[in-house]
C-alpha cells in the first residue's frame, strides 16, 4: 500500500513565525503535491513538484515556498505565517503519466494565533 | 477552468438505506477519482475510475466521460459511511492538477 505521511495532525504557531509542512510518501513517487482545504472553498492546489528541485506554483502559491531536496519529501513553507494561513493542509503523492492514482497523507490542522 | 459539481450537497439516511452521489464536470477528463473524507480530514481512496464501472463491497462506481458525468453508489449504508465524499478529475492535456468537486456531506444515522 502507498504510504504518504505527514509530519503533524495538529499545529498551532504564532503570526510572523517561519512553519514547515513535511511531508513523507514511500512508493517512489516523482509528482508531490499540496492542497490547502477551507470551508466554502473547497480543496485548492498551492504547490506541485514533478521531480527532485522542480516545482511549479499552483492555484494559490502566495505566502508559501516548497522544497524537494529528495524524491520522497515534499515540504510546505509559510515564511511567515499570518491568520488567514489557518486551514487544513493536505498531501498527495502520484506516479507520472496520465491515467495514475493520487493518494493523500492524514492533513495538517494548523492554526495561526 | 473546469467545473466540478457534486449533487447533493448534504444528505442524512438511516443505516441499511442506499444512495447514489452525482458528479458532473464541464470539460474532458482523463482522470476521475473517488475520494472519502474520514472525520478526522483524511482523504480515502474509493475508486480510479476514468470510465466504466467498478464494484468495491458496499460501494460501486461509474464514469460516462463521453457525458461528463460520474455516479458514486453506497448500498446498505453504515453510520461509519459519513464523511464527506469528493471527486476530484484531470482535465485531458490540462497538467498535473486534480481538481476537487464541491462535496456530499453523508450523515448516516441509526
Known amino acids: 500500500d502507498v504510504k504518504v505521511t505527514q509530519s503533524s495532525r495538529y499545529l498551532v504557531k504564532r503570526t510572523g513565525e517561519k512553519v514547515f509542512l513535511e511531508c513523507v510518501q514511500d512508493?517512489?513517487?516523482?509528482?508531490m503535491f499540496w492542497y490547502r482545504q477551507d470551508p466554502g472553498l473547497g480543496l485548492r492546489l498551492i504547490y506541485f513538484s514533478y521531480d527532485v528541485k522542480m516545482k511549479e506554483k499552483g492555484d494559490i502559491p502566495e505566502g508559501y515556498s516548497v522544497s524537494r531536496e529528495k524524491k520522497e519529501r515534499f515540504s510546505l513553507i509559510l515564511e511567515s505565517a499570518s491568520t488567514n494561513q489557518t486551514s487544513m493542509y493536505l498531501c498527495?503523492?502520484?506516479?507520472?503519466?496520465?491515467?495514475?492514482?493520487?493518494?493523500f497523507g492524514q492533513g495538517t490542522r494548523l492554526t495561526v494565533v | 477552468g473546469i467545473q466540478v459539481e457534486q449533487s447533493p450537497p448534504d444528505l442524512i439516511l438511516q443505516e441499511g438505506a442506499n444512495s447514489t452521489l452525482r458528479c458532473n464536470f464541464s470539460?474532458?477528463?482523463?482522470?476521475l477519482q473517488w475520494f472519502h473524507q474520514n472525520p478526522w480530514g483524511q482523504l480515502i481512496n474509493l475508486f480510479y475510475?476514468?470510465?466504466g464501472t467498478k464494484q468495491n463491497g458496499r460501494l460501486s462506481a461509474t464514469t460516462v466521460a463521453t457525458e461528463r458525468y460520474s455516479l458514486l453508489y453506497i448500498s446498505s449504508s453504515q453510520t461509519t459511511d459519513s464523511g464527506v465524499y469528493f471527486c476530484?478529475?484531470?482535465?485531458?492535456?490540462?497538467?498535473?492538477?486534480?481538481?476537487f468537486g464541491t462535496g456530499t456531506q453523508l450523515k448516516v444515522e441509526l
Open positions: 476530484a478529475v484531470r482535465v485531458t492535456g490540462g497538467g498535473n492538477k486534480l481538481t
Open positions: 470539460d474532458s477528463v482523463n482522470n
Open positions: 475510475i476514468p470510465s
Open positions: 498527495a503523492s502520484r506516479e507520472v503519466g496520465p491515467n495514475t492514482e493520487a493518494f
Open positions: 512508493m517512489d513517487h516523482e509528482n
